[in-house]
């Protein structure tokens, strides 16, 4: 199945700043997601990214406030943008590995913002 | 009703035990994933599985298609196996839902 380095591994950010968050795979695939999860919540999914077209965006989420981009079939970011203390959650990208166990995630973006 | 449903939210056990976590789902599906997401936020697949049942050492995943219900155990458990464990269901093209998880705290 894939592997999947995401980084930053955690920030701490101040408010009305930008976070951009990297997603790289070590093998081609068509979409890639990213999700949010809010302390203490489960996972949200935010978009998915498909490479050469915009991403698709989940309700409650849009694209000025997260925007991705997927410049390839092995890489995408994902901004947090104007961040507030609200978005205080931890980020994840996701790949379907097409493996045995399905799904690969990266390792997670910590962010804070005071 | 969520459409995932996990049981119980919380477990803490003596390292040792065996351990049982439940979850139920609400649709029709084709597969239903494990996931264990350790303390650090980043998350590993542990199973992908569409009927009967799979393991890998000491973690075995159940599913029953027609009482759309799935059980994680882990045998001989370990203070390392503490972390939320978390099932999903497929929904649409490649999306997941997510039950709520299940934070396992094995004391020595």
């Known amino acids: 199945s894939a592997v999947i380095s995401q980084k930053p591994s955690r920030d701490i950010c101040q408010r009305g700043t930008s976070l951009t968050i990297q997603c790289q795979v070590d093998s081609q695939v068509t979409m890639m997601f990213w999700y949010r999860q809010q302390p203490g919540q489960s996972l949200t999914l935010i978009a998915t990214?498909?490479?050469?077209?915009?991403?698709?965006?989940e309700s409650g989420f849009v694209i000025d406030k997260f925007p991705i981009s997927r410049p390839n079939l092995t890489f995408s970011t994902l901004t947090v943008s104007n961040m507030s203390p609200e978005d205080s959650s931890i980020y994840l990208c996701?790949?379907?590995?097409?493996?045995?166990?399905?799904?690969?995630f990266g390792s997670g973006t910590r962010l804070t913002v005071v | 009703k969520n459409e995932v449903e996990q049981s119980p939210q919380n477990l803490t056990a003596q390292e040792g035990e065996f351990i049982t976590i439940n979850c139920s789902y609400s649709?029709?599906?084709?597969?239903l994933h494990w996931l264990q997401q350790h303390p650090g936020g980043g998350i590993v697949s542990l199973f992908m599985l569409s009927s009967g049942k799979k393991k890998h050492g000491r973690l075995i995943a159940t599913i029953n298609i027609q009482e759309k219900h799935s059980s994680l155990h882990i045998t001989a458990s370990h203070p390392r196996d503490s972390a939320v464990y978390i099932c999903?269901?497929?929904?649409?093209?490649?999306?997941?839902?997510f039950g709520q998880g299940t934070r396992l705290t094995i004391n020595p």
């Open positions: 996701s790949v379907d590995g097409q493996g045995a166990a399905g799904y690969t």
């Open positions: 649709v029709g599906i084709s597969a």
């Open positions: 999903a269901v497929p929904r649409g093209a490649q999306k997941l839902v």
């Open positions: 990214a498909n490479q050469g077209s915009e991403a698709t965006y």
